[in-house]
């Protein structure tokens, strides 16, 4: 028994009960029989976190090709003259450039410059997208500054679920099962098409570092069989069910809204600024607070570590940090990798612990001693 | 080992993962310690649902006192010179009529008539209230129309985790833990007090049929002293962890948002409409719709079954109903009541099938043939 099961077998982890309040995904018979052994609720519906185990998972991730149910990523509808200003007003990102056809990364921000959600944008008109979210309640914000603006728009959710393609083969798994190149989709743009004879967008997307394709499905009663035409082009190729995992995750250097940023975190502390463009000339709700940001400087920033010892469990809440006999910040998340046979963690520290090679202590939950990580620049 | 006990053991309950996004409690230890066998997530919070079994915890209820870890009822503060004019745009309800000290429960709907939420709301001063909300995005909602209309308030999710005392028994054990008597407390008001050197506001309220209290902590360092505080006042009175219980729920006739109404719900379908007033003074943004509502009339209406046959396991998604041939309507929530020997339902249904004594064909999920079920005024 591996440390990972040792700890999902743990009183930690009771049993999900599932009612219609967590709404059932139109993939989800496929995921109890292909063996889901864990789940978290993400927007108020089920989302697997693990299936063989998170090591296996994570090996088959790096080497072949999963199918995931991804429909929690539910997506927000914005459609009508004022669509473009609606969500131009909830992000300093400069959505003007995106064109039909692409998507982008796009961290939504209050007046507070608070991150909202990290999203994925889909523009599939002039005046129409999608907002792919993250776990929280977009759809209600935006719905609120709709209406308190009196802007000319709808704001709802869709008929819509995504699964995912993920890992190196999707590339061939996906040629398979379009009967042409998918390498004709270029990263964060997207097709419509028809697979298991159901419209659908594909979008070369996806929460993993292993490349891949986002599948958006707008007929609910379609899922299983779209599901089992991507399944059965994808034998060959050794495909398994999936979903989003952990270590893989960390390694890549994605993050997670609610674990490694939060509403109480802006764009600069987590490097999202990169991805913006401050000043742009549509109005957006978070100027003069970024603004002030961008003047004072900010005083944590995110970065990723590496803690000595043996592999930890993944973390229930944050984890402080001791740097130089002083609090130092927090661990957001953390995994043990196989690969790098070290664990591997996202932390929230004082930007005078940012630099590569910092020590630091960790206070692991349930250890009596501290651990020792070192700040590094990232996992390849 | 009771069907209850099958469904929770069956692979539609896998293990729930917990991390940082699912935000932890206050009291979260002694719930774990105490014996939670399974759990919901609830606004992002884990929710038992389950300690010893369902029909145990239900007896337990009927008879004796439990305590309820309900930090998941999160609190929406909303404060200022605005904050009435706020709280007045989200519902129909006549919130001016609220005193301090005193909660109402009040359906917020949106311009379409939907209902976003069915809160408590507590009033703390004239220009501050707490909305104690059911599991959806009110926090964002509210924030993004006060943005929107420019009001003068401030929207926040405060420092406040509710626990819950409920149960024949809860007046006593408050007795004693206050020192003073509870039924000072009136039904729906609150008053602020000190338990186990904590400052705390006790309301006689909560989500049982069996009368209790909500208390509202606001320090969360002490929160398993509250909790072991109540805990003391209560061993002679057996009290034990317990839990927000299905059975007893529907037979009390409460109604869970996300299972018996949603957002296409507007009140009249839920019979919510009692708790209102259209016409009010005061601007809300439901006015328009609500009104079109009672013009045309409703087409559907929530009602209770009793539905035949053997114990039936609680629902996944809902369950479709046939009444003289026809589609009739849905089963939104179902539990076997142990002491009414009978299956106990909430289901929505066209208006020409409302009437006592009306016989359904219910589909349950995995049985070939029909359910035969009836319409009933209540239990008690």
């Not at 050794?238 to 997670?256: F, T, V, W, Y």
Request: proline fraction near 4%; include cysteine; charge should be neutral.
């Amino acid at each position: 028994m591996s440390y990972y099961d040792r700890w999902s077998s743990s009183n930690m982890s009771p049993v999900l009960g599932l009612s219609r309040r967590i709404l059932e995904t139109p993939f989800e018979k496929r995921v109890h029989e292909q063996g889901a052994k864990s789940f978290t609720v993400y927007n108020q519906m089920p989302l697997a976190t693990c299936f063989q185990s998170f090591e296996a998972d994570y090996w088959h991730l790096l080497e072949h090709v999963q199918i995931w149910d991804v429909a929690c990523e539910r997506q927000v509808e914005v459609r009508g003259p004022d669509a473009l200003r609606l969500v131009e007003l909830s992000t300093p990102r400069d959505v003007s450039k995106c064109r039909i056809g692409q998507c982008i990364y796009a961290p939504l921000c209050n007046q507070s410059g608070g991150i909202i959600n990290d999203p994925l944008i889909l523009r599939l008109a002039e005046d129409r997208f999608w907002i792919s979210i993250a776990d929280s309640g977009v759809l209600l914000w935006l719905q609120g500054l709709a209406i308190g603006r009196d802007f000319d728009v709808e704001v709802f959710d869709p008929v819509v679920a995504p699964c995912a393609l993920q890992g190196p083969k999707a590339d061939t798994v996906l040629t398979s099962v379009l009967g042409r190149d998918s390498r004709d989709i270029g990263f964060f743009r997207f097709l419509e098409t028809t697979i298991a004879g159901t419209r659908v967008i594909v979008a070369r997307s996806g929460w993993s570092g292993r490349g891949g394709f986002e599948i958006y499905l707008q007929d609910f009663k379609k899922g299983l069989g779209l599901w089992d035409e991507i399944w059965r082009h994808g034998e060959a190729h050794n495909i398994r069910a999936g979903c989003p995992n952990l270590i893989e995750r960390i390694e890549a250097g994605l993050l997670s809204y609610g674990n490694d940023m939060t509403v109480d975190n802006n764009i600069f502390e987590i490097g999202l600024d990169r991805f913006v463009k401050l000043g742009k000339s549509a109005e957006y709700l978070s100027r003069a607070a970024l603004d002030r940001v961008v003047n004072a400087g900010v005083r944590i920033k995110h970065v990723k570590i590496e803690v000595g010892g043996d592999p930890i469990t993944p973390l229930r809440s944050t984890w402080p940090i001791e740097c130089g006999g002083k609090p130092g910040g927090i661990v957001t998340s953390i995994a043990w990798s196989p690969r790098l046979k070290t664990n591997i963690a996202n932390a929230l520290v004082p930007v005078a612990n940012t630099k590569m090679g910092t020590v630091f202590g960790i206070a692991v939950a349930g250890e009596s001693t501290l651990r020792t990580a070192v700040v590094v620049s990232g996992w390849s």
